[in-house]
């Protein structure tokens, strides 16, 4: 009796679902719940469960253009839901401008959990993170908040890696800015 095919990496899982397309379920166990962790950071929850559906029904779909020498499908999901994101981007700097009004953040678990320093330092953090480009703001978010690596946030986002790595050194501008704002400075120092 034989089972089910063993499947090794992303790139089989897709490889095979061409003929059983029902394997691609194992990919979204795989990714879906990584996916809307960083959809829900980035919009908020109400928006993460739509974007987290939508990313791998494009994923579903074009499964045939997969490049299957990319044995991780994680950047190229993330790449989607970046995309799909981006779609979404008026709402995201609503949101983080909010934070940094307010320093609530509802992803939070319970308020009982939240310190006061770390509420704190969520302000001056969501602003400079409003005031990114919406690039720069992917390329630091793919990486601080999804745990993808240079060469990963290049492929997710269809971009040369010296551009991904340009961007960090490119973007800290407004850190320093909105960190001086904190300290009561009018201009960043370095």
């Known amino acids: 009796m034989t089972g089910p095919p063993v499947v090794r990496d992303d790139a089989e899982v897709v490889a095979q679902s ?35 559906a939508e990313t791998f029904l494009i994923a579903f779909r074009r499964r ?6 990319r044995p991780s499908a994680r950047p190229w999901l993330y790449g989607i839901a970046a995309k799909l ?54 390329v630091l978010l793919l990486v601080a908040w999804a745990d993808l690596n240079y060469q990963e946030v290049a492929e997710a986002l269809r971009i040369p890696l010296g551009t991904v790595r340009w961007r960090p050194s490119r973007g800290s501008r407004p850190w320093k800015y909105a960190a001086a704002r904190e300290a009561g400075s009018s201009s960043p120092s370095g």
């Open 85 to 138: 994101i981006g779609g979404h981007r008026r709402s995201e700097e609503r949101a983080l401008r909010a934070l940094a009004r307010t320093g609530d953040d509802p992803l939070t678990e319970s308020w009982s959990e939240r310190g006061d320093d770390r509420i704190a330092a969520q302000a001056p953090l969501a602003g400079a993170l409003a005031a990114l480009s919406p690039g720069d703001r992917h």
């Open 18 to 52: 061409l003929e059983q397309p029902e394997l691609f379920a194992l990919l979204y166990d795989r990714h879906a719940p990584d996916i809307h962790r960083y959809a829900a950071r980035r919009l908020r929850e109400g928006a993460a469960e739509d974007i987290m």
């Open 64 to 69: 045939g253009r997969y490049d299957m020498s």
